[in-house]
């Protein structure tokens, strides 16, 4: 059973919005945006092959981020069985992969190449990272296995090792681990309450907001995206958003840039600012858009100021 799905962090989200508003996007910005897509693709293929190995009797998460002594450390996929843990490390990389002398994993693509951590090494931090916490909540002594994923169908891997593995061999590399770890240590209602444990332990790392600085203001691409046009902006007429390009209508389309505003600039927002950012000339129409959101204000009249926090709750990305 899933206890954590693979999910989009919420720094994650906000590089997806940067990459679609920035005008000119900061090679590093985009360079991390690009390591956190493919992690994060990585993570969503795996439940699909660790299924296909049929054990249900054990409790899985995701994208976990737990903090240890002051420093965060995150898990890929951490599975739970009866008789062991297992830590998954997912590589989504695609070329050549091969282990230099100084084992280090060197990717080659496109006559390029990039130098990572053994991802063993990786996992083995995590190991013991999480052995010490799991200490603290008094599930000492069960083993934990540690096991590298290559997830990108066009990763070519150089090496031969049983616990660095394209992602279709993980049910037969789980058959063999099952089998091979045969004392039972914990029941599933206390593993399961593990889970739920740790779920409650996860922490989000938080964003970091964008300073209204003038260089950043006008490099950002305004307006109400059309969902299919995108970044093709739409026009506000009679009380509703339209595309030019492809006839597309939505009444409440602002409410996507909305969002989009809170995870490049924060929560908080006036009319002036939402005139800037949904391109609207009208301080009314700006006006009767913000007050129907039903949001929490603060501030009179004039200087009324939105908060957008409640939004996100229906903002899908
Ligand atoms: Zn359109």
């Known amino acids: 059973m899933i206890v954590k799905p693979p999910q989009k962090t919420e720094h994650l989200k906000q590089l997806e ?38 054990f249900t009797s054990r409790y899985d998460l995701y994208g976990l981020r737990l903090k240890d002594h002051n420093h965060h450390f995150q898990i890929d996929g ?24 100084s084992e280090q994993l060197i990717q080659n693509k496109d006559q390029e ?24 909540l008094g599930y000492s002594n069960i083993p934990i296995h ?15 090792h049983l616990d660095m ?9 789980l058959q063999k681990l099952v089998s091979s770890y045969t004392e039972r240590i914990y029941e599933m209602d ?3 309450q593990l889970g739920k444990k740790l ?37 506000r007429t009679h009380g509703t958003w339209i595309c030019s390009t492809c006839g597309h209508r939505d009444k409440n389309a602002h409410l996507d840039a909305l969002c989009d505003f809170v995870y490049l600039f924060g929560f908080y927002i006036n009319n002036k600012q939402a005139r800037w950012f949904l391109l609207v000339d009208s301080l009314y129409t700006t006006s009767r858009i913000l007050r129907k959101l039903e949001v929490e204000t603060s501030g009179g009249t004039k ?12 903002y899908k990305r």
């Open 113 to 136: 190449e990039k130098v990572y951590q053994h991802p063993l090494t990786q996992a083995n931090l995590q190991k013991t990272q999480l052995q010490s916490l799991l200490t603290n």
């Open 17 to 54: 919005i940067m990459n679609e508003r920035y005008l000119d996007i900061p090679s590093k910005t985009f360079d991390l945006f690009r390591r956190e897509l493919s992690g994060y693709l990585g993570e969503k293929s795996l439940p699909y092959y660790v299924d296909l190995s049929n």
């Open 190 to 192: 206390q593993l399961l």
């Open 303 to 314: 200087f009324r100021v939105y908060n957008l926090k409640s939004l996100l709750r229906k």
């Open 165 to 173: 593995i394209p992602v279709q061999q993980c049910p037969d590399r």
């Open 146 to 160: 540690t096991l590298a994923i290559f997830t990108h169908d066009q990763a070519q891997l150089s090496f031969q």
């Open 78 to 101: 951490l599975f739970l069985f009866p008789t062991f843990f297992l830590i998954t490390e997912v590589k989504h990389l695609k070329g050549k992969l091969y282990l230099n002398e």
């Open 199 to 235: 779920l409650t332990l996860h922490q989000e790392r938080s964003i970091s907001i964008l300073e209204p600085k003038r260089e950043i203001l006008n490099n950002i691409r305004r307006g109400v995206f059309c969902p299919t046009c995108k970044p093709k902006a739409m026009r």
